[in-house]
């Protein structure tokens, strides 16, 4: 079972790369380890944002948390 403080460990090396750019990302829930965040700030509305979601930020946690089956922006 993947928990919210091991996704939230995983985020913060995450997020230092989208506060460059001016966005940050939210854990949201963690629910049947699927993951749930919202993409905050110039993240939230760019148009790359599903890439970065997937790309980056799934991989990101995937290769972190095996369990993670998936990351879903809500």
Same mark, same amino acid.
């Given at each position: 079972?993947?928990?919210?403080?091991?996704?939230?460990?995983?985020?913060?090396?995450?997020?230092?790369?989208?506060?460059?750019?001016?966005?940050?990302?939210?854990?949201?829930?963690? =629910?049947? *380890? +699927?993951?749930? /965040? $919202?993409?905050?700030? #110039?993240?939230?509305?760019?148009?790359?944002?599903?890439?970065?979601?997937?790309?980056?930020?799934?991989?990101?946690? =995937?290769? *972190? +948390?095996?369990? /993670? $089956?998936?990351?879903? #922006?809500?």
């Amino acid at each position: 079972m993947v928990s919210k403080q091991s996704v939230e460990s995983v985020l913060e090396k995450i997020r230092s790369g989208l506060k460059r750019d001016g966005g940050d990302i939210e854990l949201i829930d963690v =629910k049947d *380890d +699927i993951v749930y /965040v $919202k993409l905050k700030g #110039a993240c939230g509305t760019c148009p790359m944002a599903t890439l970065t979601l997937k790309n980056w930020v799934e991989a990101s946690m =995937k290769r *972190d +948390i095996p369990a /993670v $089956k998936a990351v879903q #922006a809500v």
